[in-house]
C-alpha cells in the first residue's frame, strides 16, 4: 500500500469528516441514490469507510454497519463519532483492512458494500480487478454494490484551468502519460497522493467483469460543479417548496450520462449477479 497516501489520511485529522460538509452535493446525492437502492435494515460492509461519516448516516437510517478502512487513525475517529452519535449497536465491527483482502468475510455476507475511497488509490490495474473481485464476492447475489471513483477527464480539466495546482502533472507531456495511465502523485506536503483517476468506460467494465451488473453511474457533484460554497449555503438554506426543488433539480440532473466525467467522483452502483 502507497505509504505517502496512508501518511495523508492519518494526519488529515478532521479534515475528511469536515470535507463532506463543505461538499454538500457530494454526500447528499450519494446518500439519496444509496436510500434508493438500499431495503431496510441491510447488513453493510463500509469499507475504506475514513471517519464513518457514510457508516454513521446508515446506521442512523436503522441499517448494520461493518466499518473498515486501512488508515488506523480515521477508524478510531469513526469509532469515536459512532458512539458520539449512539449508533453503536448498529455497527458490526471496526477493522484494519485492505479492500484488496476480505478473506476475513465469508461469500456473500453483506446485502451491501460501500467502497467510497478505494478505488481513488489504487493504482494498478491487477490491484483493482483484485478489489472489485473481493467486493463482489461479499455481497450476496441481488444485492448492491456503490463504487465511488475519480474520472480522469475531470482531473485533466482542472489541471489545465489551474496547473499551478497540478504541477506534478502540468507538463503537456506529463498530462499526457496521467491521461494514459491515471497515476496522479505529487511530493508537496499535506497533499492528497498515490491517486488513481479512471476512464468512465474502462472503471464501468471492470465492474461489471466482476459481476456488478451496472444499475446506474451517477455524477455526485452533479450540476453544482461550478457553485462557490457561499452560493450553495445559500440555496440549502432556502425556504421550502424552493428547496425541495432545488434538491430535485440536483438528483435529477445528476442521472444525467454527460455529468458524470466531468465530476469530481462519479458513483458506480451495481447488483451483484
Ligand atoms: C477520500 S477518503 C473517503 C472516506 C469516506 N469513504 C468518505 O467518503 O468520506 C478515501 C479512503 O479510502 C481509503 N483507502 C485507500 N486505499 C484503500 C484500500 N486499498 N483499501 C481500503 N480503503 C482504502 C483511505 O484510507 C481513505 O479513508
Known sequence: MNQEML??????????WKR??????????????????L???SRILD????PGRYSIALAQNGHSVWIADPAASLLEQAMQRANE??????????DVLDVRDLSKFSDASFDAVLAMGPFYHLQDTFDRKIAAREISRVVRPGGYAFLAFVPRTYIVARCLADPEYFKSIAAPSELFNFWTNG?????????WTGAFCGKIGEMCDLFIDAGLERCQLVSSESVTMFMNM????????????????????????AEEPEMSGLSIHALYIGKRI
Do not use: H
Not at 7 to 15: C, L, R
Not at 47 to 50: E, R
Open 39 to 41: 431495503k431496510p435494515e
Open 20 to 37: 463532506l460538509e463543505a461538499m454538500w452535493t457530494e454526500f447528499f446525492v450519494n446518500s439519496a441514490f444509496m436510500k434508493r437502492y
Open 85 to 94: 452519535a449512539g449508533v453503536q449497536e448498529r455497527i458490526l465491527g471496526f
Open 7 to 16: 501518511t495523508y489520511y492519518n494526519e488529515t485529522g478532521d479534515k475528511e
Open 47 to 50: 469499507i475504506g469507510a475514513g
Open 230 to 253: 457561499e452560493r450553495l449555503a445559500a440555496m440549502i438554506k432556502m425556504e421550502e417548496p424552493a428547496r425541495s426543488q432545488f434538491e430535485k433539480l440536483i438528483l435529477e440532473c
Open 183 to 191: 497515476r496522479y502523485d505529487t511530493s508537496e506536503p499535506g497533499r
